[in-house]
């Protein structure tokens, strides 16, 4: 008897302990980062976890495993503060993993993009820009006929995104893709697409005022109806990216490039998006305002001035340069 009373009290205090172990509030009061790899067995992640000091001892976190059952989930986790055993192991088998934020303004191209990923440290510049020029076959669907895109520039759709660490590029591009796909069936975009993605992303490069995209929509509507060049400068810039002589300001010899992006030098639209647009130079793509401008130059207070002839444009031009004389005076 005096032996089952032994066992008994061994047990009580083995239970005890498994329950402070487990339910007792243990952890950093720093943050700290728990990276589980792809294929780690429970029970060396309760070990990593231990060495981390997310939890008290891994034994504890054996016995959730028995109880709870459920898959863990690989990632980078973020503890901040004490909680219970039993919160570690719940976040784990969700894959409450920690993400970081990626924002893509409006008008970024792949470059900004590229960029920006690097500096959330999501990824390299190089793998990004690398993955996005290889995996067109994510905007197929909307490609022009016959003409393959050198690209995804266009289609990364402008927001605040979340990605792990371990998101490779091309889930990073999918996940923007995807949310473009939602925006142009928002605004019933189905048909010439490709076209349609072109032209936002000029107006989205020259104005910032949504009111006044559909007028600078209207005005490259006028000059493609009569076969002007559209002449416009951010065309001139991409290009320059493109070919990695872009020096932070438009020379003489840029203007003069053979690059079809240089709608200075070529009529029509450029063979690609210039960047990547958002809804509202989308609505003026689909949309644009029904006037007669064939000009407009931007104001001292940055807003666009339209013109309908050359010589009221070239006043309006004038005019502008004398502001800003007047503004460094």
């Known amino acids: 008897m005096k032996f089952f009373g032994i066992l008994f009290l061994l047990v009580l205090v083995a239970v005890a302990a498994a329950g402070y172990v487990i339910y007792t509030p243990f952890g950093p009061h720093a943050e700290t980062f728990v990276d589980i790899a792809p294929g780690t067995g429970t029970q060396a992640i309760a070990e990593q976890l231990q060495r981390s000091g997310i939890i008290r001892h891994r034994l504890g976190f054996d016995l959730l495993r028995e109880r709870r059952g459920g898959t863990l989930k690989a990632g980078e986790y973020r503890f901040d503060h004490p909680v219970p055993m039993t919160e570690v192991y719940d976040r784990i088998a969700r894959g409450d993993v920690y ?35 290889q995996h067109t076959e994510l905007i197929a669907e909307w490609a022009k006929p016959g003409v393959a895109p050198d690209s995804l520039e266009g289609y990364l759709f402008p927001d605040t995104y979340r990605f792990s660490r371990h998101t490779t590029p091309v ?22 697409v490709a076209r349609t993605v ?4 000029l107006i989205e490069k020259e104005v910032s005022q949504d009111a006044e995209r559909p007028l600078v929509a209207s005005v ?39 690059s079809p992006y240089n709608t200075y030098k070529h009529t029509g639209l450029p063979p690609g998006p210039i960047s990547n647009p958002g809804m509202a130079a989308l ?28 010589k009221e444009h070239t006043e309006k031009v004038q005019a502008y340069r004398q502001a800003q004389k007047t503004q460094l005076q």
């Open 99 to 133: 993400t970081r934020a990626l924002t893509i303004p409006e008008g970024y191209n792949i470059f900004d993009i590229a960029q920006a990923v690097e500096a959330a440290g999501l990824g390299s510049r190089a793998a990004f820009l690398a993955a996005a020029r």
């Open 171 to 192: 889930q990073m591009l999918t996940a923007m893709v995807h949310r473009f796909r939602q925006a142009a069936i928002q605004l019933g975009l189905t048909e010439d």
């Open 198 to 201: 072109i032209m936002a992303s």
């Open 220 to 258: 490259f509507v006028n000059r493609l109806a009569q076969d002007m060049p559209l002449a416009t400068d951010p065309t001139v810039i991409y290009a320059a990216l493109l070919e990695d002589r872009w020096r932070g300001a438009i020379y003489a010899s840029d203007l003069q490039s053979p």
């Open 283 to 310: 609505k003026a793509a689909i949309s644009p305002a029904k006037t007669d401008y064939l000009y407009f130059v931007s104001d001292a207070a940055g807003h666009s001035r339209f013109s309908t002839s050359l």
